[in-house]
């Protein structure tokens, strides 16, 4: 379930780019993190995902304390996103 382009508020930290967006199913809001085409960074996100994945399977909803991965996926430009549920304001807004 991808994130339609409809965003709302993104940031840039040199490694990835942070956006919130509505889910294309359910109009929830989510979170994306993008991470740029760069071969390490990509590695790290690949298992960053993966970790992520293993948690929220065997942690359950609420019990592992880390945010719920929804979705992974490749842009056409090469750069890796994931998508989690939003938690509430990103910290660079504060």
Do not use: M, W
Not at 10 to 19: P, Y
Not at 20 to 45: L, M, P
Not at 56 to 81: E, V
């Amino acid at each position: 379930p991808h994130a339609r382009r409809g965003r709302h508020a993104h940031q840039n930290d040199g490694l990835s780019r942070h956006e919130t967006n509505h889910n294309n199913n359910s109009n929830a809001t989510v979170a994306i993190k993008i991470v740029r085409n760069i071969k390490r960074y990509h590695e790290s996100a690949l298992i960053e995902a993966d970790i992520l994945q293993d948690v929220n399977k065997r942690g359950g909803r609420g019990r592992s304390l880390c945010g719920i991965l929804l979705d992974r996926f490749d842009l056409p430009q090469g750069h890796y996103c994931l998508v989690f549920e939003c938690l509430g304001p990103s910290l660079y807004d504060f």
